[in-house]
């Protein structure tokens, strides 16, 4: 079956540090791979996508690069904000399935 | 564009209950999929619809369904309500036709006591 695995959080960074946070699926098929944030009290923001190998998404100086070799999808901003602090998920979209399988999410706290 | 709208955003049941959860997905996207999010087993898929249809169904009992209706609104529907059933349901849509990528209501957050 699918699965996606994140690093767990919380992650707590300085403002203006790189970020960095893991994902790995597990997927039949060629999945489309996403990232969605979620601040507190509110739904999933979609942040970035990438619908096959190689292809970057990129959105708000977040990016993530899609590598089949690895089965990863690693989130990465170079300098981050106070305005960042959320909870990341990370995604995969099987189309023989139509829905989304989730990891557990991880927390990001920027500190000023 | 309006985004997904859920109605009602915050309720509060008792348990042996029902509840309907309501849905009305971006105009013109015809996939509406349903999630449940809760601290101890985050996000998990509840079902999806596409023109009227339910394509696919997650791992929850009976008690949880739902439908679409022909202008793509949404509702879910829980019976006999369980105090684990106390979460935040979310609500996304799609446009569908190759598109994957969803797109998320605010949620509608549940309390059973």
């Known amino acids: 079956g699918n699965s996606v695995t994140q690093m767990e959080g919380p992650v707590t960074l300085s403002e203006e540090a790189f970020l960095t946070i893991n994902c790995t699926y597990t997927a039949t098929g060629y999945p489309s791979l996403f990232w969605y944030v979620q601040y507190p009290g509110e739904g999933l923001q979609l942040l970035l996508k990438?619908?096959?190998?190689?292809d970057k998404g990129s959105n708000k100086g977040f990016e993530a690069t899609y590598r089949k070799e690895t089965t990863s999808f690693h989130l990465e901003k170079g300098s981050v904000q106070v305005s960042d602090s959320a909870v990341y998920f990370c995604?995969?979209?099987?189309?023989?399935?139509?829905?989304?399988?989730f990891g557990g999410g991880t927390r990001l706290m920027v500190k000023p | 564009k309006a985004g997904v709208t859920q109605t009602p955003r915050y309720l509060i049941k008792t348990r042996g209950q029902q509840v309907t959860l309501s849905c009305s997905p971006i105009?013109?996207?015809?996939?509406v999929s349903w999630y449940q999010q809760t601290p101890g087993q985050g996000l998990q898929f509840l079902f999806e619809y596409f023109s009227e249809t339910q394509r696919n169904k997650g791992n929850f009992p009976g008690r949880f369904s739902g439908r679409q209706f022909s202008n793509s609104r949404s509702e879910m529907n829980v019976s006999t309500l369980e105090l684990g059933d106390s979460a935040l349901y979310l609500c996304?849509?799609?446009?569908?036709?190759?598109?994957?990528?969803?797109?998320f209501g605010p949620g509608t957050r549940l309390t059973v006591t």
């Open positions: 995604a995969l979209y099987n189309n023989a399935g139509n829905m989304l399988t």
């Open positions: 990438a619908t096959k190998a190689d």
């Open positions: 105009s013109g996207h015809r996939s």
């Open positions: 996304a849509s799609s446009p569908g036709q190759g598109r994957y990528e969803q797109y």
